[in-house]
């Protein structure tokens, strides 16, 4: 399969030829195809690209792989597996075909001492695992190997086998941190179990759609789990096509610092099991599992073509057009977003309606035609939509109401032309132009994930950086006076955020299934139903429902750390997530009140100053005698609790040393009077949040 | 290989041959070894064997296959795989080569609406899972199908998919029940996904030994989680080698009517990815992963070994012996068991010492000879040491002090022969005859559970069941006025337990470690380290702390069901166990709570309920910090009482009771906990 000639001129009119019709995907995927999700080790899970944010030079390009991974799994933890090809692949023009740069990971175990069954004995380590990274410049034709032996830790087994004598005598910051090495040709390179970053009620959601719950309290489905990270941290000028910093860009949506990446498994053809327990593989590598977009092949794909999709590369997705057009074009999501249709039986979603009568013209309906009316007229002339400018690609035919929004977000990138201005500025006409506020256009037709590299990085510790992400900056674009007053193009806080890239906060389910209600088409002037075209305030009821849509999952369940490689320390498996915590003290709190998520324990300025706990727990309460403290933290710190009575005198204070990872302390409450105290949780001597806790006998 | 030839004579003397030298192996297994750890569809977890404690005339085997499964593991939920063959294999006479009889089960998926991400939608269900079931009773060589299209349970997704409209409008147990199917020749069937009956602290055992824990709380590794489950319920008269029902049995512990059963999973040797997302499997088949005893291939068999292991029948392992004897003869957790190896190192053992200077003259340790200086001696003929009964069986060489205790356990049973007998009655030489307790002896040498089907069943609700199995049989043997006066053979409660079969509650992770540490030679008189030979009380401090030893996850996570198939109905996606608790809601929870809604709490007594809503059943769990009757009162919203649960005596620790509101409307109920005379909590739970 060619990847389409990209045929540009400047930065604004491209010409797509022979774009017949056009298909559309999204995907995170854990266990989401039949076959794969019995092949664990190849399973992709998420890919995620941003700019680093302690490093405005270099693009973190993060893939994901062996979903679910408890973190007592034992005695043979979970890690990458040999035998498989774990490849990421980054496109950043559309002229050449396939990849412009691939790095193709390949695994390697060996026992240290195979007479034991302990995973870590005496200092030796069984399925110790190491890594060679190859890199090929030329879509995979030549390979150089830029890492020979890089070091996978170990699993995070708990106390004895990692900081104890018997064990490695390390700790695991030293091992995890020893992990990240640096590439020959400059890039940073780690590979390891680690916290999985992603969040999603995974109960919830495929219980026929039941997110946010309205049976039981919302769960993050990958609480406490860990998964298998592969994470790169890249200069610009290496990923940019003419090997341009970011310096050179002219602005900040420079097309040309658009880049596509995706990341894959691959298996050889033959798996041959030996009668004495071994097993060979031989013949050509075939991919079995891929990714590039969030939850394409796990929410968008039935299950009758899942097993497919994984099995071809993005390059491959238009000539697969027409077996997996539909699932974009009218996606079976929005059937269940649409009063006419199945909206009914998912009232969780009653939030998210698709605009059926936008500016009383317009049906996005599946199996209507949103804009194909306007196909050829003048009013889309010089417009994306204009068939001489990007071909039938985005009105491709009658009944493909989803073209115009879906497919180009998850196959070609969004172009920064009309109608994909915000509303800004359009003086009522979707049509016309307004404020730019995206430009990741790369249209090769495959599902990856798009960024702009040259746009600006919103800081993790700002109080407007936000895991809407790119709806966040739209949302800011049509109604903050610092940004909708012109038309110009301006920085929007997040506008670094998905779906142009991926940072590792950014809510992508929920973001996603606004995508799929309609809330692009509403940010370019589609409005939603309740808006009469022409009158004062677009910002409807309708549109505020689904603005305010949440999933009830709306972040990590960890914090993420700030440097290389951003992700979490794996969970350890004799800590409070291996054996899953456990469930007294959490019936005995919601027998008196489901509190909503806004009541938790107040984590005070949880990202913005330099300390390092990102979680806090306290139980049981009420207590009896021993209350127990989970605390995780990025570092090492001191921790202080103060305990006060309801009258605000202190009466105890405990000091503790804080490891990196998780912890547990204990509080003894015994020789204390029955009643309510204030705990008060401190970080180098700063507070970190309040507690007030019941003693009772 | 050739099975051994089993020259028995009435229920004593079997005289055993080729037996050079032998070994012993353990397996509860998850994940257990490399290879099969990547390919969770094929991986054996558990096998059970027992008495079905509502039938006495039948015995209930189950398999457990694809370990750690999330109940919300979607949306492609777990299940059996296709193109495996799932097989249960019995062993009833050792005489004749190979399987007795084997079940061998294939399943088979549909997508019934393959325009869908979900797996139920609008009463239709992908991947939708049906077997069949083959029977051989001629070793494989010909097959009968027994059940076309059995029905495998949909995954218990969560309410929206099973019970409304939109999804299956009906009711797990419904569908749980209706599964349950006779095969055509006599057996009850049972495929499907369920509680995983297993219950080990994985985090902890795995952390080098820290089991119980040290300084970390304790889990159950499988709490919540599923696992899927083969179970079959046959006529004890159908597994007896001459087809003759219990009634038949001369005594308790006939040997006539021992039985060995393992599982097995096997692939066909040649997997053909093609390009367009399919697979196909071609070549002979190939064994993957098998299970009999458990826990044998988890932590008795070292990582450089456990997939060869896996891959060889129990009918090989003699061939095998010396690849695998010397982690039998001396295991590894012998090490951590003996203060002058490496017992220092895992202090969470130290309850459990090896007899390093039994009678002040044996020595068990690791490296040592046991009994090895007996042999051949006058002390042990007519004993099962005797080489003219049982070949060099138990006394293989020097150096292999476990030969006489692990070994035989795993890999022949143990016959009703001194020294196999309770030290009660043998005047302080344990080799004299003494008070019989086990029989399973089935010496074929290979790992496999063996069970005596003529054991009879220690009722599930009796005061004297034990998840101590077999060694709560010695124990009272040896303690029990009821018993310890005679060397008659009694039935003393827990006979029928492990490792005389395996009943779900029996916990098979300390019986083992006690095991390790010499608990059996013990009970046969080879008493610990500070018993002084001819010293009038055998029951030392060293006895009580290997016999006071625990885990700390003594019990699962949940109940089981009174009847076939016994397991408990799998967690479901949307409840507790799909998703794990959340520390954050925890931490809310701290900051609102206030006493009064917990209602009562006078007492030191604390009810954990949960789900809450529910739909099916609400599981109360409670601890007592003593001994005390105990009920819970459920009353509707008039406070009119409709039902008592639970109404007993209950001991000190953790305990717990469901309620089955199938029957019930849903509503708001409240529940008072009820100790003594005193109401300790009024709960409120809500039924959907």
């Given at each position: 399969m ?11 009119l491209p ?12 995907a995170?995927?854990?266990r ?6 019995n092949d664990p080790l190849?399973?992709?899970c ?11 030079n ?7 792989y062996v979903?679910?991974q408890f973190?007592?799994g034992?005695p043979?933890y979970?890690?990458?597996?040999e ?9 950043n023009?559309?002229?050449t075909?396939g ?14 001492d195979?007479?034991?069954f ?9 399925l110790k ?7 090929s410049t030329?879509?995979g034709?030549?390979?150089?190997t ?8 170990p ?11 018997a064990?490695?005598n ?6 995890f941190?020893n992990a990240?090495?640096?590439a ?5 390179i ?5 916290d999985d970053?992603?969040?999603?009620d995974l109960?919830?959601?495929f219980?026929l ?8 309290p919302?769960?993050?489905g990958?609480?406490?789990l860990?998964v298998?990270?592969?994470?790169l941290?890249?200069d ?20 040309n610092y658009?880049?596509g990446?995706?990341?894959s498994?691959?298996r050889?053809?033959?798996r041959t ?5 071994s ?5 050509p590598?075939v991919q079995?599992?891929?990714l590039?977009?969030p ?5 968008v794909?039935?299950i009758?073509?899942?097993d497919?999709?994984?099995s071809i590369t ?9 077996t ?10 929005a059937?269940y977003m ?6 009914g ?6 939030a ?7 500016l009383?013209a317009f049906d996005?309906?599946?199996?209507h035609?949103?804009?194909y ?6 009013a ?12 039938t ?6 009944g493909s109401p ?6 180009p ?8 032309l009309?109608?994909y201005?915000l ?7 979707p ?5 730019p506020?995206i430009n990741?256009f790369?249209?090769?037709g495959?599902?990856?994930?798009r960024?702009n590299m040259?746009?600006p990085i919103?800081?993790?510790?700002s ?5 809407d992400?790119?709806?966040n ?20 806080p ?9 940072r590792?906060?950014d ?9 799929v209600?309609g809330?692009?088409l ?17 910002v409807?009821?309708d549109?505020?429902d689904?603005l305010s849509?949440s999933t009830?999952v ?9 440097k ?10 004799t800590?409070?997530?291996?054996g899953l ?9 919601l027998?008196?009140?489901?509190p909503?998520?806004?009541s938790?324990?107040?984590i005070i300025?949880?990202m913005?100053d330099p300390l390092?706990i990102s ?9 009896i005698?021993?209350?127990?403290v989970n605390?995780?933290?990025e570092?090492?710190s001191?921790?202080?609790?103060k305990v006060s ?6 009466i105890k ?8 990872g998780?912890?547990q302390f204990e509080i003894n ?7 309510i ?5 401190l970080e180098?001597k700063?507070?970190r ?9 | 290989?050739?099975k ?9 003397f079997?005289?055993?041959l080729?037996?050079t030298?032998n070994?012993v192996a353990?397996?509860s297994?998850h994940?257990e070894?490399?290879l099969i750890a ?27 296959y ?5 109940a ?5 939920y777990?299940?059996f795989?296709?193109?495996?063959r ?7 006479n050792?005489?004749t ?13 549909t ?6 991400f979900?797996n139920?939608?609008?009463g239709?269900q992908?991947?939708?899972?049906t ?10 060589t ?15 997704i ?11 409008n ?10 349950i199917t006779t095969?055509?020749?006599g057996?009850k069937?049972?495929?499907?996904t369920a ?7 994985l ?9 119980p824990?040290q ?10 989680l599923?696992?899927?489950?083969i179970?079959?319920e046959?006529?004890i ?12 049995a001369?005594?308790?512990l006939d040997?006539n009517y021992?039985?060995?059963v393992?599982?097995?999973a ?6 053909t990815?093609?390009?367009n997302?399919t ?11 098998r ?11 070292p ?5 060869l ?9 003699l ?9 039998f ?17 895992v ?5 459990l010492r090896?007899?390093?200077n ?5 020595d068990f ?7 090895f ?10 004993t099962a040491l005797?080489d003219?009964?049982?070949?060099t069986?138990?006394?293989?060489a020097?150096?292999?002090p476990r ?12 016959p009703?022969l001194?020294?196999?007998h ?11 005859n ?13 790992d496999?559970l063996?069970l005596?089907?003529?054991v009879p ?11 101590n199995?077999?060694?709560q049989?010695?124990?009272l ?22 490792p005389n079969?395996r009943?779900?509650?029996d916990d098979v992770t300390k ?9 059996v ?5 080879l008493?610990?380290?500070?018993y ?10 060293d006895?009580?702390?290997?016999l ?10 949940t109940?089981?069901l009174?009847?076939f ?7 479901r996606?949307?409840?507790e166990?799909?998703g794990?608790?959340?520390?954050f809601?925890?931490?809310a929870?701290?900051?609102?709570a ?18 809450n ?5 609400v599981?109360?769990k409670?601890n007592?910090?003593?001994s ?6 459920i009353?509707d919203?008039q ?5 008592t649960i ?5 001991g000190?620790?953790?305990h717990?009771l469901?309620w089955?509101?199938?029957n ?8 008072k906990?009820?100790e003594?005379?005193?109401?300790v909590?009024t709960?409120?739970i809500?039924?959907?």
């Amino acid at each position: 399969m060619k990847k389409l000639k990209y045929m540009h001129i400047q930065n604004m009119l491209p010409v797509f030829m022979m774009l017949l019709v056009v298909s559309f995907a999204k995907a995170s995927s854990h266990r989401e195809a039949p076959l794969i999700s019995n092949d664990p080790l190849a399973d992709n899970c998420d890919v995620y690209a941003f700019r680093s944010p302690n490093n405005p030079n270099k693009i973190s390009l993060i893939a994901t792989y062996v979903p679910i991974q408890f973190a007592h799994g034992g005695p043979n933890y979970y890690s990458f597996g040999e035998n498989i090809r774990y490849e990421i692949h980054v496109d950043n023009n559309v002229a050449t075909p396939g990849d412009d740069i691939t790095y193709r990971f390949t695994f390697h175990k060996s026992n240290q001492d195979p007479t034991t069954f302990f995973n870590i004995r005496l200092g030796a380590q069984n399925l110790k695992t190491t890594y060679t990274l190859e890199k090929s410049t030329n879509g995979g034709s030549t390979w150089s190997t830029i890492v020979s032996n890089g070091i996978v830790p170990p699993p995070n087994i708990g106390a004895r086998s990692i900081e104890g004598g018997a064990g490695l005598n390390s700790n695991y910051a030293t091992l995890f941190n020893n992990a990240v090495t640096t590439a020959s040709s400059g890039e940073n390179i780690f590979c390891g179990t680690a916290d999985d970053p992603f969040f999603v009620d995974l109960g919830g959601v495929f219980d026929l759609g039941d997110l946010p719950r309205k049976v039981g309290p919302a769960r993050d489905g990958l609480k406490f789990l860990n998964v298998s990270v592969i994470a790169l941290e890249v200069d610009i000028a290496t990923l940019q096509k003419n090997g341009q910093g970011v310096s050179m860009a002219t602005s900040i949506l420079d097309p040309n610092y658009v880049i596509g990446v995706w990341a894959s498994a691959s298996r050889q053809q033959m798996r041959t099991l030996n009668p004495n327990g071994s097993e060979s593989y031989t013949g050509p590598w075939v991919q079995v599992s891929r990714l590039g977009m969030p939850l394409t092949n796990e929410a968008v794909i039935p299950i009758g073509k899942k097993d497919l999709w994984n099995s071809i590369t993005p390059y491959q997705d238009l000539a697969y057009l027409d077996t997996f057009k539909n699932f974009f074009y009218n996606p079976e999501l929005a059937l269940y977003m649409d009063n006419s249709l199945f909206g009914g039986a998912v009232p969780q979603m009653g939030a998210l309606r698709i605009q059926r009568n936008s500016l009383q013209a317009f049906d996005f309906g599946n199996g209507h035609d949103g804009l194909y009316g306007l196909k050829g007229s003048a009013a889309v002339a010089g417009t994306a939509l204009d068939d001489a400018i990007f071909g039938t690609l985005l009105l491709p035919a009658a009944g493909s109401p989803r073209s115009v929004d879906l497919w180009p977000i998850f196959h070609t990138g969004v172009p920064n032309l009309a109608p994909y201005h915000l509303a800004t500025g359009k003086a009522g006409n979707p049509l016309a132009n307004g404020k730019p506020f995206i430009n990741n256009f790369l249209p090769n037709g495959g599902d990856m994930l798009r960024l702009n590299m040259a746009v600006p990085i919103t800081p993790r510790d700002s109080k407007q950086f936000s895991a809407d992400g790119l709806i966040n900056a739209a949302v800011l674009g049509l109604t903050s006076p610092l940004y909708n007053s012109t038309t110009a193009l301006q920085f929007i806080p997040n506008m670094d955020g998905f779906p142009n890239g991926r940072r590792l906060e950014d809510d992508v389910t929920k973001i996603e299934l606004q995508a799929v209600s309609g809330v692009v088409l509403a940010a370019i002037g589609l409005w939603y139903d309740d808006y009469t075209a022409g009158s004062a305030n677009p910002v409807t009821t309708d549109l505020i429902d689904v603005l305010s849509y949440s999933t009830g999952v709306n972040k990590n369940d960890t914090m993420f750390r700030r440097k290389f490689p951003y992700v979490q320390l794996p969970w350890r498996g004799t800590g409070e997530a291996g054996g899953l915590a456990v469930p007294f003290n959490q019936s005995a709190c919601l027998i008196s009140s489901p509190p909503p998520p806004t009541s938790k324990a107040r984590i005070i300025n949880p990202m913005s100053d330099p300390l390092s706990i990102s979680n806090i727990a306290l139980y049981p309460n009420p207590v009896i005698d021993i209350l127990k403290v989970n605390i995780q933290t990025e570092s090492a710190s001191d921790i202080q609790f103060k305990v006060s009575d309801i009258s605000g005198r202190l009466i105890k204070e405990i000091q503790a040393k804080g490891q990196e990872g998780a912890n547990q302390f204990e509080i003894n409450l015994s020789e204390m009077k029955m009643g309510i105290y204030i705990i008060e949780v401190l970080e180098n001597k700063q507070q970190r949040s309040v507690h007030r806790i019941t003693r009772s006998n | 290989m050739k099975k051994i030839n089993y020259k028995g004579i009435q229920g004593l003397f079997y005289a055993l041959l080729f037996i050079t030298s032998n070994f012993v192996a353990s397996a509860s297994s998850h994940r257990e070894a490399p290879l099969i750890a990547n390919d969770p569809l094929a991986d054996n977890a558990d096998v059970y064997a027992f008495r079905s404690p509502n039938d006495t005339n039948k015995i209930t085997l189950i398999a457990t296959y694809v370990p750690i499964q999330f109940a919300h593991g979607g949306p492609n939920y777990y299940s059996f795989g296709e193109n495996i063959r799932y097989e249960i294999h019995v062993d009833n006479n050792v005489a004749t080569p190979g399987d007795d009889i084997t079940y061998r089960f294939t399943f088979h998926k549909t997508n019934q609406d393959p325009t869908t991400f979900f797996n139920i939608r609008l009463g239709a269900q992908n991947l939708k899972t049906t077997f069949t079931l083959e029977k051989s009773t001629n070793g494989g060589t010909t097959w009968t199908t027994i059940v076309n299209n059995g029905i495998v349970p949909p995954p218990n997704i969560g309410y929206r998919s099973i019970q409304t409209p939109v999804g299956l409008n009906t009711s797990y147990s419904a569908l749980f029940n209706s599964a349950i199917t006779t095969s055509s020749t006599g057996e009850k069937i049972f495929c499907g996904t369920a509680d995983d009956p297993f219950f080990v602290d994985l985090g902890g055992v795995f952390d080098l030994g820290d089991l119980p824990r040290q300084t970390t709380n304790i889990n159950d590794g499988l709490k919540f989680l599923n696992v899927s489950v083969i179970a079959i319920e046959v006529d004890i008269a159908a597994l007896q080698k001459n087809g003759q029902g219990v009634s038949s049995a001369t005594s308790i512990l006939d040997p006539n009517y021992v039985i060995g059963v393992w599982a097995s999973a096997s692939r066909q040797q040649i997997r053909t990815l093609s390009n367009n997302g399919t697979e196909t499997y071609s070549g002979p088949w190939v064994q993957v992963s098998r299970l009999g005893m458990p826990l044998t291939n988890e932590a008795v068999i070292p990582i450089g070994k456990k997939d060869l292991w896996n891959s060889i029948t129990p009918y090989q392992d003699l061939a095998y012996i010396d690849s695998f004897k010397n982690s039998f003869y001396n295991p590894e957790l012998a090490l951590y068991m003996d203060d002058s190896l490496f017992g220092s190192a895992v202090p969470a053992f130290a309850p459990l010492r090896i007899q390093r200077n039994s009678l002040q003259a044996f020595d068990f340790g690791n490296g040592q000879d046991g009994l090895f200086s007996l042999i051949g001696s006058a002390a042990v003929a007519g004993t099962a040491l005797d080489d003219a009964i049982f070949g060099t069986l138990l006394l293989p060489a020097a150096g292999s002090p476990r030969s006489v205790d692990l070994w035989p356990i795993f890999h022949t049973g143990v016959p009703n022969l001194a020294p196999y007998h309770l030290a009660t009655g043998k005047a302080g030489n344990p080799l004299a005859n003494g008070k019989p307790f086990i029989n399973n002896f089935l010496p074929n040498g290979g790992d496999m559970l063996r069970l005596n089907m003529a054991v009879p069943i220690t009722p599930r609700n009796d005061p004297s069941f034990s998840s101590n199995g077999l060694i709560q049989a010695a124990v009272l043997g040896l303690t029990n006025p009821l018993y310890n006066s005679t060397t008659a053979i009694q039935f003393i409660p827990n006979m029928d337990g492990f490792p005389n079969g395996r009943r779900l509650e029996d916990d098979v992770t300390k019986i083992e470690l006690q095991a390790v540490s010499g608990v059996v030679l013990a009970a046969i008189g080879l008493w610990y380290d500070d018993y002084t030979a001819g010293g009038s009380n055998p029951l030392t401090t060293d006895l009580l702390d290997v016999l006071t030893y625990t885990t700390g996850v003594n019990n699962n996570d949940t109940s089981f069901l009174p009847s076939f198939p016994y397991v408990q109905m799998p967690w479901r996606g949307t409840a507790e166990g799909g998703g794990l608790a959340t520390p954050f809601t925890q931490a809310a929870c701290l900051v609102s709570a206030p006493l009064s809604t917990l209602g009562f709490a006078t007492s030191q007594t604390m009810i954990n309920y949960y789900p809450n809503p529910h739909t099916d059943q609400v599981i109360f769990k409670f601890n007592l910090v003593k001994s005390t009757s105990f009920k819970i009162e459920i009353l509707d919203l008039q406070g009119r009482l409709i039902k008592t649960i639970g109404e007993g005596n209950y001991g000190s620790g953790e305990h717990q009771l469901v309620w089955k509101s199938d029957n019930f409307p849903a509503g708001i109920y409240l529940a008072k906990a009820i100790e003594g005379n005193r109401i300790v909590q009024t709960l409120k739970i809500t039924k959907q």
